[in-house]
T-cell receptor, first 113, second 111 residues
Framework: EAGVAQSPRYKIIEKRQSVAFWCNPI?????LYWYQQILGQGPKLLIQ????????DSQLPKDRFSAERLKGVDSTLKIQPAKLEDSAVYLC???????????FGPGTRLTVL | DAKTTQPNSMESNEEEPVHLPCNHS???????IHWYRQLPSQGPEYVIH???SNVNNRMASLAIAEDRKSSTLILHRATLRDAAVYYC????????????FGRGTSLIVHP
């Protein structure tokens, strides 16, 4: 089966610019996650969707980050405006349900200059 | 918050068993224990998960303490390809099940 797809793979922007990431989960997976992974650290959950509803976004910096999952399939994560500390790898993952294994995409490496 | 504690790093020789420990003393009865590993420049990869009973799959075994406050991931014969960062995470029941990653253990495998 096809895995989790993410694009772009790499993005370089200047601070205060905007950026958007796209994720296509595995077909049939109801749960979708966005993580931020800063170099040398473990992934930090930003937001979790169950179908097209938000389950948890307690660690999402809502003044600059937003995410949506239209029709319960694809998802986009946006940063507006970006800060230097947003430089990280943004990982998307999906699972059949929250207790089952997560399948991760390759990630998007964001560099903010 | 329920969290996990793992050693920063461990070393093993190729073809020897590896026991990777994880402490989760504040675990609740409904929290699942998942293990993932991450190779350099790749996304995390699922290894194994369990709730109360020990689990085995083709990649590894998961031994869960009777009080569930700790668990051990067992790689039966380490290979060079097993060199990675191993994350023990709790899937915590909140409004739903919320994953909480720790810092992970960097496993070094010597030939």
């Amino acid at each position: 089966e096809a895995g989790v797809a993410q694009s772009p793979r790499y993005k370089i922007i200047e601070k205060r610019q905007s950026v958007a990431f796209w994720c296509n989960p595995i077909s049939g997976h109801a749960t979708l996650y966005w993580y931020q992974q800063i170099l040398g650290q473990g992934p930090k959950l930003l937001i979790q969707f169950q179908n097209n509803g938000v389950v948890d976004d307690s660690q999402l910096p809502k003044d600059r980050f937003s995410a949506e999952r239209l029709k319960g399939v694809d998802s986009t994560l946006k940063i507006q405006p970006a800060k230097l500390e947003d430089s990280a790898v943004y990982l998307c993952a999906s699972s059949l349900d929250p207790t089952n294994e997560q399948f991760f995409g390759p990630g998007t490496r964001l560099t903010v200059l | 918050d329920a969290k996990t504690t793992q050693p920063n790093s461990m070393e093993s020789n190729e073809e020897e068993p590896v026991h990777l420990p994880c402490n989760h003393s504040t675990i609740s009865g409904t929290d699942y224990i998942h293990w993932y590993r991450q190779l350099p420049s790749q996304g995390p990869e699922y290894v194994i998960h369990g709730l109360t009973s020990n689990v085995n799959n083709r990649m590894a075994s998961l031994a869960i303490a009777e009080d569930r406050k700790s668990s051990t991931l067992i790689l039966h014969r380490a290979t060079l390809r097993d060199a990675a960062v191993y994350y023990c995470i709790l899937i915590i029941l909140g409004g739903s099940y919320i994953p909480t990653f720790g810092r992970g253990t960097s496993l070094i495998v010597h030939p």
